[in-house]
């Protein structure tokens, strides 16, 4: 009933330990705290929160307007309603290395088990667009370093993304990926990888967990989880799938209102209400309040 039986802590040390075991953890994008609960139904590793995802709920595109208040906020309110970890993109740390800090410890009162940090210079750009401009080395590593310096809870994950491959190549993307572990990233994130050859080459950079997006109508080609798992992915994410797919059927949807009058021919494509009840655990609340539910929807 209401939150997680779980705390911040013990989700952050279980993340730790899933990314150790060697197996492959898939974490879909959850775009709001429901979406999330449905994650761990279906029985997926964690739930990832998307800075994209929060920019297009706001209306807003993916460019670095979003604030630290409003995504840790989300986030927030994301990680108290599920019992899985949860990693949270946190675009350039939301200022200088110092705001990295910041924003680290904004994270860890928030309840999410970790973030990431990336390269790119402000404004931002979506991961794979064109046109994408990174800052020096010397930036990205001591952003990394600010956030290392600023997190109190040891096991919560900090991962260094890098766009340089898009920028500079393949080659400064190894590189940049050793520095970042070196200035104290727990994890990996390299954006816009073109080949699981790619992917392994990255792999092979560095020693510790690295991540895998795999985002629809982006520069990657959607990569199977076995295939990934065979050249040593630890994570994969689906940070707008969700998203995308709920917008499409709401777009379905309005169309079917204006063609036919009523909704009645997809009725099967709905989540029941019953269902839904049921995902937010409404009959669990009776044992709190039996005036709360007091009633039973016949599916």
Do not use: W
């Not at 959850?30 to 920019?55: C, R």
């Not at 895998?212 to 989880?225: I, W, Y």
Request: glycine share 8%.
């Amino acid at each position: 009933m209401l939150y997680s039986t779980i705390t911040a802590e013990a989700k952050r040390a279980r993340f730790r330990e899933e990314l150790a075991s060697g197996r492959l953890l898939r974490v879909p994008g959850a775009f709001n705290p429901l979406s999330a609960k449905l994650i761990e139904e279906k029985g997926f590793d964690g739930v990832y929160i998307s800075g994209a995802v929060l920019s297009a709920d706001l209306g807003l595109p993916d460019i670095g307007l979003t604030t630290l208040t409003e995504v840790a906020g989300r986030g927030a309110q994301i990680a108290r309603v599920t019992e899985l970890p949860t990693l949270i993109d946190a675009d350039t740390g939301f200022g200088e290395p110092m705001n990295a800090a910041r924003t680290v410890q904004e994270m860890e009162n928030a309840g999410v088990s970790g973030l990431h940090i990336e390269d790119q210079i402000n404004p931002k750009r979506c991961g794979h667009l064109d046109g994408k401009e990174v800052v020096g080395l010397d930036v990205a590593v001591r952003r990394i370093r600010a956030a290392v310096e600023g997190r109190r809870d040891p096991n919560f994950l900090i991962m260094a993304r890098t766009d340089v491959r898009a920028v500079d190549g393949l080659s400064a993307a190894q590189d940049r990926a050793k520095a970042l572990v070196d200035a104290g990233a727990d994890a990996l994130f390299p954006e816009a990888m073109r080949s699981l050859e790619e992917f392994a080459a990255i792999r092979e950079a560095v020693d510790v967990p690295v991540l895998a997006n795999m985002t629809e109508f982006g520069k990657s080609e959607l990569f199977t989880t076995d295939q990934l798992a065979s050249v040593g992915i630890n994570l994969v994410i689906y940070p707008v799938s969700l998203l995308r797919m709920a917008m499409g059927a709401a777009a379905r949807a309005l169309d079917t209102i204006t063609a036919e009058g009523s909704l009645t021919s997809r009725l099967d494509e709905m989540q029941h209400r019953a269902e839904l009840y049921e995902l937010i655990d409404y009959e669990s609340y009776a044992g709190f309040d039996a005036n709360i539910f007091n009633f039973s929807v016949e599916k």
